[in-house]
């Protein structure tokens, strides 16, 4: 099993190979248990983990602990992490029921359904009389029937676009809708403020306008390169952009205090535009929208959460489908596999949503030749530009998430080497100020989406590049108000019971 980075450094103070805790150092693991716990009430889920690890060091066989500390892991995205937490629980403990969902819970979180459903079989097998087992099990046995099912169409009808069964022309507007139109089908800087206004009053976009707006914006990022590279000149600057995950109302405070998008005031929205807030809808179709006005000047690439897998299980076809239909999700699924993967400023710096690669050696030339237009496969360059994370250690190592893996600051250095590159941008990971500054400055993340799900308590951040320099120049912001509508509230109901 994967360890916590606390834990790797001092494997020390606990009772050593062979020898059983003594009476004084269990009454010390169930105190620092208590304090972790606390931790955990408080959502300081990294003291949590820190305090937990300190108790599973002193007394390593109780299962417990490792299945707390799972659920800490759940809470901070460390899917991977946690998978093997409660996979020792049930190892250290066969009837403990609480192990077997954690695991569930962390394999549903990493789209892993068949694996879950085994635990949930598991939990019944234990509990025969427990309704709430019973429950979680069916519906996991429902998605895992669903999947099966959606395979086998995909493979009948390969790759026919939703846009050949549609038909634009004749949807009709209804008289008593009296939102935002487009103007002679396009869209136009009239059209994307009177959107913005409709949205923050919570109303709905007409489908038609909508599924415009999706044909449209599929024609401009299909002829986009995998790596798109743009030249800023000495006197201009652009703005970048981390995760944004649907929290509309902060979207909007970007744009108050930093400007609309325009052709002098540039954009990079660096994926992970949807899932978990629940305004993902309104996020993404005003990111669309700006995209289809400024081609070349508004950008957005792809995140871990454009893509099918993760919007089944965080919320984002829930949501389509609560304010539109199960069609129109399958046609932002089209569009998500046009976004592309990254984007090179000057030369100089590479800006992509996870990080670096599993294996030495990638360049441009690499990023450049990969085919995009797909879901992204479960390891290798796409699946890295998409999930990986930086560590501050040397060398590889395995994910927290379960997907892909960690770089060290030697691995940033060679790679920037070998690609006559200054520094990399990537967003992926929630940051307490916003940003966070590591690899002796040559990998920075950025991350746009403050008081995360409305529980991180984090600021949010966004970076100008000038031409002259390209520096980041960082800016920070704190959540604004917004309608009272839970994060989650789409996300799939079994994630939610598994971690809440």
Known sequence: PVMAEGERAKSGGGPGPGRPPSPAELERAEALKTRANEF?????????????????????????????RSLAYLRTECYGYALADATRAVELDKKYVKGYYRRAASNMALGKFKAALRDYEMVVKVRPNDKDAKLKYQECHKIVKQKAFERAIASDEHKRSVVDSLDIESMTIEDEYSGPK????????AFMKELM??????KKLHRKCA???????????????????????????????????????????IFELNGLPS???????????????????????????????YPDHFHLLRGNHETDNMNQIYGFEG??????????????????EWLPLAQCINGK??????????EDGVTLDDIRKIERNRQPPDSGPMCDLLWSDPQPQNGRSVSKRGVSCQFGPDVTKSFLERN?????????????EGYEVAHDGKCVTVFSAPNYCDQMGNKGSYIHLRGSDLRPDFHQFTAVPHPNVKPMMYANTLLQLGMM
Request: contains cysteine; aromatic residues 14%; charged residues 20%.
């Open 197 to 202: 206004q409709w949205y923050k009053e919570q």
């Open 349 to 358: 710096v590479l800006i992509m949503h996870g990080g670096l690669f599993s």
């Open 420 to 432: 006559r590159l200054d520094y990399i941008i990537r967003s992926h990971e929630v940051k307490p």
């Open 40 to 68: 955990f009430k408080g959502k300081d889920y990294e003291n949590a983990v820190k305090y937990y690890s300190s108790a599973i060091e002193l007394n390593p066989t109780n299962a417990i602990y490792y299945g707390n």
């Open 211 to 253: 599924y415009q707006i999706l044909v449209q914006v599929k024609e401009v990022l299909a002829k986009l390169p995998t790596l798109v590279e743009t030249t800023l000149k000495e006197t201009e600057k652009v703005t970048v952009c981390g995760d944004t995950h649907g929290q509309y109302y902060d979207l909007l405070n």
């Open 263 to 293: 052709e002098s005031n540039p954009y990079i929205f660096n994926g992970d535009f949807v899932d978990r807030g629940s305004f993902s809808v309104e996020v993404i179709l005003t990111l669309f929208g700006f995209k289809l006005l």
């Open 319 to 336: 949501e389509v489908k609560a304010k539109y239909t199960a069609q129109m999700f399958a046609l932002f699924s089209e569009v998500f």
């Open 182 to 189: 487009l103007d002679g089908g396009k869209v136009t800087l």
